[in-house]
């Protein structure tokens, strides 16, 4: 058959017909307003969660300091306090001082100066011998009188040096005032040297430069000059020379052991406790700690620490390390100490009282305004041991198919890879927007043994995971909180490896990997 032509102009008249049909048609029923509202019943599978989780996930997020991770990433508690942290400002103060002082002079006849020399000395309230200080706060109060030198037609200025002071710029404290009047000057960056005479310490020398002025009569002359001079607010900015131990009282405090509080339930053997003081020590010389008390404590029964060194020392930076803290530490463990027999207890506090001395053999050293003197002590648990009915609690948030409007049948799928070495008995709440749970998954069931613990060797080191996968039908009442409930409580009631009969290393790197899906039959409405 030969193929059919159609000529241009034929073409052109159908497919203009074809057009003017369409445009004419009616299609009305085809408004998407007008069309009824749909309802179907589907079978949905959707994921809800998809966590992985370590044991510091399920520490409460104000507890969050409680978690260390060690160079091993082994994973520890830790409950800490601060026994003491002070300066050299606040350890040593300075006292006001009070330095009276009297000459004579006349005023001759060609020459107008005369110069007096005064020896003063230093007291800080305790037995220091003292190479120099240097101020950080202070003032110099001067005031001078002379009777009869108004009288007799003369005045005179008093220049007043203390040689051998110096500030930043290198000038000697100097200040002038005339007889008869007063002045202040700060002392503020000034350093004063000081020198011992004998069994006298702590000495410094005042020159007094007297200049007199005027054309009178010296019917009263020699002139008493009776100065009165004072150091008042006083702090040091820098103190060098040998000084006197001190003695401070630090600690006398409880640190609360969360984990042993009130509420807690189950066994749990810590293999390896430690109790650690450290302090961070900038004074230059060493400080001598001696335990006053130190015990475990729970309710009537307490277990006093032994095994601290009497005295432990604190070392001290050294003239080319000044302002630089040194960091001392002390750990008592089951070797040296009884602490793992304080920890048996479930202790609830831990109380520590120390004295310290400062300098206690009275060595040459120095104190800066900003020396800084903190001691810190913490009790770590190393989570390796044995563990039995101990609790952990963390919340997750799921999100819900909102278009779904009544359930006929959910089904869930729980899949649990569990690289703890930790029996996990779980139960799972549904709970609201403000976390209160509405229903629990296995309501009566006191052990649903959703995963056994991963495999671990001989050392309590984890070998392999351990996986499980449940499938969870749910009841009418699960089924309506769990289309209102926009979080998932995860509880879990650990048992170690092996029944606990092996201890085991818990490190941050093991994790409970958790995946829960749904299967959900339900009616969906679809609106028009």
């Given at each position: ?27 009305s ?129 008093i ?36 020198y ?19 054309q ?19 702090q ?6 040998t ?84 960091v ?52 770590e ?14 919340t ?23 690289g ?55 009841n ?13 409580i ?39």
């Amino acid at each position: 058959m030969k193929p059919k032509k159609i000529r241009y102009g034929l073409g052109l008249l159908i497919a203009g017909l074809f057009v003017v049909g369409l445009a004419s048609c009616d299609y009305s029923y085809f408004e998407i307003d007008e069309l009824p509202d749909y309802q179907y019943s589907p079978v949905f599978a959707f994921p809800l969660v998809n966590s992985s989780l370590t044991i510091s996930d399920f520490v409460p997020d104000d507890d969050e300091d409680l978690i260390e991770v060690g160079d091993d990433q082994l994973i520890s508690l830790v409950y800490s306090d601060r026994l003491v942290s002070t300066t050299g400002a606040l350890l040593y103060s300075l006292p006001n001082a009070q330095y009276p002082a009297n000459f004579s002079a006349s005023p001759p006849g060609k020459n107008t100066l005369q110069t007096f020399t005064r020896t003063f000395a230093f007291e800080t309230g305790h037995a220091d011998e003292l190479d120099s200080l240097g101020f950080g706060q202070g003032v110099f109060s001067l005031q001078v009188s002379a009777p009869g030198l108004a009288a007799d037609g003369y005045q005179a200025t008093i220049t007043l040096t203390i040689p051998g002071s110096y500030n930043q710029s290198g000038q000697p404290f100097s200040m002038e005032v005339n007889a008869n009047g007063t002045a202040e000057k700060s002392m503020i960056g000034y350093t004063i040297p000081f020198y011992s005479s004998g069994t006298q310490h702590n000495q410094f020398d005042v020159h007094y430069q007297v200049e007199f002025s005027g054309q009178g009569n010296p019917a009263n002359a020699p002139y008493t000059f009776n100065i009165s001079q004072q150091w008042v607010g006083l702090q040091l900015e820098k103190m060098f020379g040998t000084l006197a131990t001190r003695i401070l009282n630090i600690g006398g405090m409880g640190i609360d052991i969360g984990i042993f509080s009130s509420d807690f339930e189950g066994e749990i053997v810590f293999e390896d406790p430690r109790l650690r003081l450290m302090a961070a020590n900038s004074f230059g010389f060493p400080i001598n700690v001696t335990a006053s008390d130190l015990y475990l404590e729970h309710d009537d029964q307490s277990v006093e620490i032994i095994g601290f060194p009497s005295p432990w020392t604190i070392q001290a930076p050294g003239i080319n390390q000044m302002g630089q803290p040194l960091v001392t530490s002390f750990v008592l463990n089951r070797a040296n100490s009884n602490i793992f027999d304080g920890v048996e207890i479930y202790p609830e506090t831990v109380y520590s009282s120390f004295l310290s001395e400062l300098n206690p053999g009275q060595e040459k050293g120095f104190v800066l305004e900003d020396s800084r003197l903190d001691v810190l002590v913490e009790l770590e648990l190393p989570l390796y041991g044995i563990a039995s009915g101990f609790s952990l609690k963390d919340t997750i948030e799921f999100s819900r198919n909102d278009s779904i409007t009544e359930i006929e049948w959910i089904e869930l799928v729980v899949d649990v890879v569990n690289g703890l070495p930790l029996d996990l008995f779980l139960q799972l709440g549904f709970a609201d927007e403000d976390y209160t749970v509405q229903v629990e998954l296995f309501e009566g069931v006191d052990d649903f043994n959703l995963v056994a613990a991963a495999q671990v060797d001989g050392s309590g080191n984890v070998i392999s995971p351990e996986r499980k996968n449940t499938k969870i039908y749910l009841n009418e009442q699960q089924s309506i909180a769990f289309l209102n409930s926009p979080n998932l409580i995860l509880s879990a009631r650990v048992l170690t490896a092996n029944q606990a009969q092996t201890s085991v290393k818990v490190y941050d790197y093991q994790t409970l990997d958790v995946r829960i899906g749904a299967r959900v039959k339900a009616k969906v409405l679809i609106e028009f």
